[in-house]
């Protein structure tokens, strides 16, 4: 709000005094603003912590799901995925997705960090961004476990959290991005494709890169009998699962809610109490709302299945239910969050029994749930996004088109399928093409002896788990302690 002598003119002040009250008020006012910034960076840093946080979620929930012989090495590869992806985001990653102004393909500016920060972007907006990028990263080490070189690890991490990860965001997030909802004009299908934070661009991209390191290797060896029959090869720990599961929900309030960015912001009118920070509470509401509603259904339609309550199978359903809430969890009814949750479970328990019909194995299942359960949660939001928060989130285009079931046209369920497509396209040209090629310079599996007897001792340096023996005093047997 700004103030000159004229607004003053009513009070009968000098020229003088009226100078220094203005200069006063906009000190205050620049106070103000100085305030807000503060308020918003304070916001998305906390949120970038939160987020930070999953990657230790993800260290517990893949250690927990592999055999206790390879633990180090799962371990290590969640620690290089963060390590790794801080430095090629740093030099690539952020100018790809987000080096505006550019094209509506690939960003072109902040190679490096340089010129950086601007009016556009501060190192709290980087951090966020580079704490999704290494998000997708992790996402793939579960799908490959067990059976691939350390080499390989760090090849695939580099070349995604460097180029395929931010092109694709770049696309979708953007300003510039071709299929962002965010563009002045030319949206596509009058809408853009709406993945808030990231069912497609984070959970697909990491899903389906993983889906295609783990066809090209091929199973762990004992996955499937000679006869075809498929073996379950336990993880050693059930407490590690949900410790892991437990910190990855924790952060998703973080990741979802902290995807507005900025939380200072009134809709309508200054002074009411409905304003972006209603909007945050909402969308931590039904991310919550999901993955429970997720869990439960895993729960209940598991043991129907298979006759078992299983804890595992809970924590990956639940898991799945945040997976899918991810894109639309800022535009949809709490109540739509249940259908979302509820639908994630069976799509992840139906993409489980087609990946053992096709003997395709994936010690975390996570081509399965964030593949799966990410691309029908893109769809979700083209069905049951509401007006009133579309308008309120993404601002600025008019008649946009809204959910199919609630009236709003199929301009915005084209957009999703749109990027869904294009998607799967992208990572397996890309991320497909770099594994196929790590398999044919055989820098991808490791060799039988290697997998039989575990990465830990053979690449490592030993177990993840010291043994000290003692003699049984009434059994006279050596038992672990």
Known sequence: MACSAADL????VTAAAADYICGRFDAVSSKF????YAIDNTYLLFSTYLVFSMQIGFAMLCAGSVRAKNTMNIMLTNVL??????FFYYLFGFALAYGSPSNGFIGKHFFGLSKFPSP?????????????????AGITSGSIAERTQFSAYLIYSSLLTGLVYPISSHWFWSADGWASPARADGLLFGSGVIDFAGSGVVHMVGGIAGLWGALIEGPRIGRFGHSGKAVVLRGHSAT??????????????????????YILKAY???????????AVGRTAVTTTLAGSTA?????????????????????????????????GCSVVDPWASLICGFVSAWVLIGFNLLAEKLHYDDPLEAAQLHGGCGAWGLIFTGLFAKKEYMNQVYPGADNRPF????????????????????????????????????HKLNLLRISHDEEMEGMDVTSHGGQAYAYEERSDEKAGAAIPI
């Open 9 to 12: 003119q009513v009070l009968n």
């Open 33 to 36: 603003a100085d305030a807000g």
């Open 81 to 86: 995925d963060a390590a790794t992806g801080s």
């Open 120 to 136: 556009s972007f501060d190192y709290g907006f980087f951090l966020f961004q580079w704490a999704f990028a290494i998000a997708a």
């Open 240 to 261: 590690l699962v949900v410790l892991g599961t437990l910190l990855l929900w924790f952060g998703w309030y973080g990741f979802n809610p902290g995807s507005f960015l």
């Open 268 to 278: 309508g009118e200054s002074g009411t109490y409905y304003g972006q920070w209603s």
């Open 295 to 327: 869990a439960l259904t895993t729960l209940f339609g598991k043991r129907l299945l298979s006759g078992h309550w299983n804890v595992t199978d809970v924590c990956n359903g639940l898991l799945g239910g945040f997976a899918a809430i991810t894109a």
């Open 403 to 438: 959910g199919v079931l609630l009236g709003g046209g199929f301009g915005l369920l084209g957009a999703q399928l749109v990027q869904i497509v294009v998607v799967t396209v992208w990572v397996s040209v890309t991320m497909g093409s770099m594994f196929l090629l790590l």
